[in-house]
């Protein structure tokens, strides 16, 4: 893994939802590796053309109904770019949950 992207969303649930709410969208568009309720953070793969692309997401509870979710994506590619657009895809999997 060559390629590196992070991007942390504020997301409307609380962390244990949001938690699951990324396990059902991570199990849409790849496989979840791991995944703690201990340390809130779950490590999964998913394609980008023939790419493999590595996420590992933790979430952080924000208060009342509000969680901050960070993503850290790792791709093939030197410049990034499967990694993107494996984070991209996991949150357009992650906005069709709510």
Known sequence: MVGESGRSVQ??????????????AFSSIGKVVEISKLTMSLTGRTRHGLQSVKLRVSVLDRGTNQSLIQIQSFGDDIWGGGARKGTDKLLRALESQA
């Open 11 to 24: 997301y409307p649930r609380p962390a244990l939802e949001a938690l699951a709410d990324l396990e059902r």
